[in-house]
């Protein structure tokens, strides 16, 4: 535990016991009798902790409060980026539920969450008011296909689909075998064997009109297969043949980037014109283009050649519309 948990918990102790011994203080703590001493010594000096010693019951406990010393205040004992990301995103998540199985469990769910949030002195009200968790890319559709997605998954049976492809702007009607689905940058996606393609591919759920049953058992694929195939590249869009991307930032850009994880595997180094540099594994390129182009003048492609001419006509056609 950090130092500020160990001041709270050793006023816990002092309010629980009449005395507690420096002994118990040590092994409630878990830390050296060096740090305990450090420890104490800040509560009285600095935070102005009425805390002292009886010798007759070998113990520390707390003095009556004068009324002319400084008052004794505990710092802010809050909740960490991680933890309140998550509270707030189980927040939000709950009040988009729409009715359902789940309907009766809400109240409570949100009633814990609220009394969570509201622990630390502050009203939750307040807290969700202060920070806010957005959702940027999250788009908005019927995603009445999911419960029966979601069933037939987990059952182990075969699906046809009717997908419509963003891309082409057409509708391919397929069945497939449901491994798995993933939620990812705010949409869900599901990846399956495609008795038709005869490969492992990724559907987004909001794209898919239509879904049907099947009784035939799903094909099943080791999760190493499916992450060989779609976590090996680059973002939703992958593939099993794997290239390389070099890209350089600027040093402007470099800022922002450097503290950025594009990919578990990336590689990056600083050049001594402070540029940044990243080589990163992708296979489809449709995603990488995307996050490349929004860098614009920022970011250069270095390699391959494909990814580098692909981008430029990106751009090209991009100017191009403005005349």
Same mark, same amino acid.
């Not at 010594?41 to 070998?58: C, E, G, M």
């Not at 807290?127 to 979601?150: N, T």
């Not at 798995?180 to 064997?193: C, I, K």
């Given at each position: ?21 420096? +002994? ?82 809400? +109240? ?35 995603? $009445? ?59 987004? =759920? ?27 590249? &680059? ?6 043949? =794997?290239?390389?991307? $070099? ?74 519309? &403005?005349?």
């Amino acid at each position: 535990m950090d130092r500020t948990e160990r001041f709270y918990k050793i006023e816990q102790l002092l309010q629980e016991r009449r005395f507690a011994t420096f +002994a118990q203080i040590q092994t409630a703590l878990g830390v050296s009798r060096a740090t305990v001493k450090r420890d104490l010594q800040y509560l009285r000096d600095r935070l102005h902790a009425p805390i002292v010693y009886d010798r007759d019951n070998n113990g520390y406990h707390f003095a009556a409060p004068d009324r002319d010393a400084p008052r004794f205040e505990l710092p802010g004992l809050w909740f960490n980026s991680s933890e309140i990301h998550a509270l707030l995103t189980m927040q939000n998540l709950l009040e988009d539920v729409q009715p359902g199985l789940l309907g009766p469990h809400i +109240a409570p769910l949100q009633a814990r969450l609220k009394s969570l949030l509201g622990s630390q002195e502050d009203a939750p009200e307040e807290i969700a008011r202060r920070i806010r968790i957005l959702h940027a890319a999250k788009r908005q559709s019927d995603l $009445k296909w999911f419960e029966l997605i979601a069933s037939t998954l987990l059952k182990r049976r075969r699906l046809r689909l009717r997908h419509w492809n963003r891309a082409r702007d057409e509708e391919t009607e397929r069945e497939v075998s449901p491994q798995r689905l993933v939620h990812y940058r705010d949409n869900w996606y599901l990846d399956a064997w495609c008795h038709l393609r005869k490969e492992i591919r990724s559907f987004a =759920v909001d794209a898919i009109r239509h879904a049907t049953p099947l009784e035939q058992r799903a094909k099943e694929l080791s999760k190493r297969d499916l992450d060989a195939t779609l976590g090996a590249g &680059y973002g939703i869009f992958s593939g099993a043949k =794997v290239q390389w991307a $070099k890209l350089r930032f600027t040093p402007e850009s470099a800022r922002w980037v450097a503290s950025e994880q594009w990919h578990p595997q990336q590689k990056a180094s600083t050049d001594a014109a402070g540029r940044y540099l990243l080589e990163l594994p992708y296979s489809n390129p449709t995603e990488l283009v995307m996050d490349i182009l929004r860098h614009g003048a920022g970011v250069e492609v270095l390699a391959p050649p494909a990814l580098r001419a692909t981008v430029r006509r990106e751009l090209s056609a991009a100017a191009a519309a &403005y005349g």
